[in-house]
């Protein structure tokens, strides 16, 4: 993996859209990114990912639960 590459798995910040995603991986000149809720991905500038800090990685679990929790309960919240 190239320096300062995300492993694929890795919790990140896209800091141009400022959203939380998962690593999927490497395409051409852009990461790829998982919504942490799930969803369609979307490509990033890699000079413009981080990873996510622990405030986030927090938030990242609680948007995670809320989002299985829904779909578990039929969609009601």
Request: proline share 6%.
């Amino acid at each position: 993996m190239p320096e300062g590459q995300q492993p694929e798995g890795a919790l990140v910040v896209d800091t141009q859209s400022n959203k939380l995603g998962y690593v999927m991986g490497h395409e051409g000149p852009y990461v790829q990114l998982r919504p942490v809720t799930g969803g369609r991905e979307w490509d990033a500038d890699p000079s413009r990912v981080r990873l996510a800090t622990n405030e986030e990685r927090l938030r990242a679990i609680q948007e995670r639960t809320r989002a299985l929790n829904s779909a578990s309960s039929g969609g009601i919240l």
